[in-house]
């Protein structure tokens, strides 16, 4: 995820935006102004983005000073120019309670803004690193649209004013929204790293004229979906402005391909990853923490494998941990540029030549790319991709219109490799696979459930793989040890993993199992079907219970007609090959995809190898305590050991 968001609070959260994020995170000098202090860190000015600007007399793209940023975003929600309306009314004879009132803009609040990032894909701000002049400034231009656009669909789709009593009603913000947008050029690293902080106020004005605080808790949950719309949005207007295509690259096994320009070396990317290096070997240290820790008895204070809500909170740890101190010196663009390529032709171990003309590599990437795979988007087939990667990748099988929004923009990017789309065409492939292929299980006791946007949905098929009570969590081994530990070497680990991955426990990752559950359904339905007419909306009516992999699906319900009949040779079979490989023939973006009968075959022999892994792990553990004492079963394991997981915020929920 390329867009991460942030809470502003008014206080000391708010000054450390102002002495360090607005200056680049850098150090800002006590008593320097803003402009000042930003041309010596070698940062543009922040500029003013939304359409709520023109309700406060601002326009787009105008300075951002420090009086404007201290009054909306550090006095509670106070109007940016506060100071001058107060000022005025006084001197046209208002009392001072009066003129404090006319730059209030409603009720003063806590959490005065939310702070969006936006970073393209490595390989983005790469090229614009190692580029010429222009295609510095097209890659800049792209980064600034993807963005107006990310921050008019939040305007227009996202945001919401919550008001009267416990907040019951909730209106969209009929002028927009206000924000502060900074760019920075590096990381704490000091490896180029593009990115822009988008201060968002909180404030919003409804239809009445007064104003109210927009509901943040919404604003978390459509991260994912805003983040997906960004990378698109930003790929495509590279990719057709200078001629390139992306594909896909698989970062973690197991794991979402990431979408990168073709052409762009892999080495160059590792470079640019000095910080993914440090957290993920402190992460493999503290998940080897987790699944040996005990309490004062000894018991296991955690499950006796890493989940992925684990993971995801010692990830964050990590970060802080491995977070390196602010950067010293300020350089100019130019400087920066220069030392960035002198620093990758002599470190990164990609040739000279290559970092120098990465352009022409790529164009030449893309020409071979674009001659081979036809982008073409098929709604029925996405809409199948979309529902069955939801559906398996979400606990349950029950999501939100939202999840069905991002994985969409996923697809869409993964099937067009850069090329410009229709505005709705992501929202076409949502609503064909809410009307296709998903069933509304809503039971709406507030006015919130009743929104379109938080109906509850689930797929018209039912896994039984994933059982509803896992095992209880075992005392783990004490008598292992980390191999950094042991007093010996440490085993050689396989290509491709961090330090411990290979002996810690984990629970397998549900994206090959999607990508099991997409191909299966979509044959299915091709095969089934009475048409086979590309692009029209499948007839399930008859298939609700559609044929997907016994081991990710529940068995078909009995036929009464056909009862008596025993089961036919090979029916336990996953996939019927032979069926997929004319699949693929009809397809024309089946290379962007990649499913092929042997990726299949390896997506499975994974998923079952790492699943029986996890299992001995437990049965093991299980054994050896049940000698002991017994332990009750829980229905949700997370939830049975939820108080104890790590992180400075426990039985805090982090939004989607």
Known sequence: MTVDIRVIRAGQMYRYYLRETVVGDGRRPARTPLRAAQEQAGVPAGRWMGRGLAALGLAPGEEVTEAQLRNLFGERGRHPDADRIEADRLAHGASPKEAYRA????????????????????????????????????????????????????????????????????????????????????????????????????????????????????????????????????????????????????????????MEIAGVPHGLIRWTAQRSDQIAACLSELEYEYVTAVDDDGEPRFLPVVSERARAKLNTIAARKTCPPKKGKARSLGQLRADWRASAIRTSGVPGDVTSSLLDYARAAAAAIRARVAAVVDIALAAVDVTATVFVMNNGGRFHRRHLLAEARRH????????????????????????????????????RGLEAGYRLYTARWSLSDLPARRRPPAAPDLERRSPADSGEPPAPRPPGQDAGEWEIPRIPLPYDRAVLAGAAVREQLRTTT???????????????????????????????????????????????????????????????????????????????????????????????????????????????????????????????
């Not at 008001?163 to 924000?179: F, Q």
């Not at 009464?560 to 019927?576: C, F, M, V, W, Y």
Request: aromatic fraction near 6%.
């Open 530 to 656: 009475a048409t086979a007419v590309r692009g029209r909306a499948y007839d399930v009516v008859a298939h609700q219970q559609a044929a997907m992999p016994e081991q990710l699906l529940a068995p078909e319900p009995a036929d009464p007609e056909h009862d008596d009949q025993k089961d036919k040779p090979g029916r336990r079979e996953a996939l019927d090959l032979t069926a997929l490989r004319a699949l693929r023939d009809s397809r024309t973006d089946v290379e962007a995809l990649d499913l092929t009968a042997e990726r299949l075959r390896h997506l499975q022999d994974a998923f079952t190898a790492a699943a029986d892994r996890a299992h001995t792990t437990m049965d093991r553990s299980k054994l050896r305590d049940d000698a002991e004492m017994p332990h009750p079963a829980h229905g949700d394991d997370q939830q049975a050991h939820r108080p104890q997981e790590p992180g400075p915020h426990r039985g805090r929920e982090t939004g989607h």
């Open 103 to 258: 730059g209030a803009l409603g009720r003063r609040v806590t959490v005065t803004g939310v702070d969006f990032v936006f970073r393209p894909q490595p390989s983005i701000y790469l090229l614009w690193a190692f580029g010429d002049e222009e295609t510095r400034l097209v890659i800049e231009a792209a980064h600034e649209y993807a963005i107006v656009r990310a921050l008019e669909w939040i305007e227009d789709e996202v945001a919401v004013i919550r008001y009267g009593t416990r907040g019951t009603y909730r209106v969209r913000p009929p002028g927009g929204l206000v924000a502060a947008r900074f760019r920075h050029y590096e990381a704490r690293s000091g490896r180029p790293l593009l990115h822009d902080h988008l201060l968002l106020s909180v404030k919003g004005q409804r239809l009445d004229g007064k104003w109210g605080s927009i509901h943040t808790t919404a604003l978390y949950e459509n991260t994912v979906a805003a983040s997906a719309l960004y990378n698109e949005l930003v790929a495509s207007e590279v990719c057709e402005e200078l001629g390139l295509a992306t594909e896909p690259r698989t970062v973690t096994p197991g794991r979402r391909p990431v």
């Open 412 to 447: 869409l990017a993964l099937v067009l490799r850069g090329q410009r789309r229709d505005p709705g065409l992501d929202d076409q492939v949502v609503a064909a696979a809410i009307t296709t292929h998903c069933v509304d299980i809503s039971e709406p006791t507030t006015v």
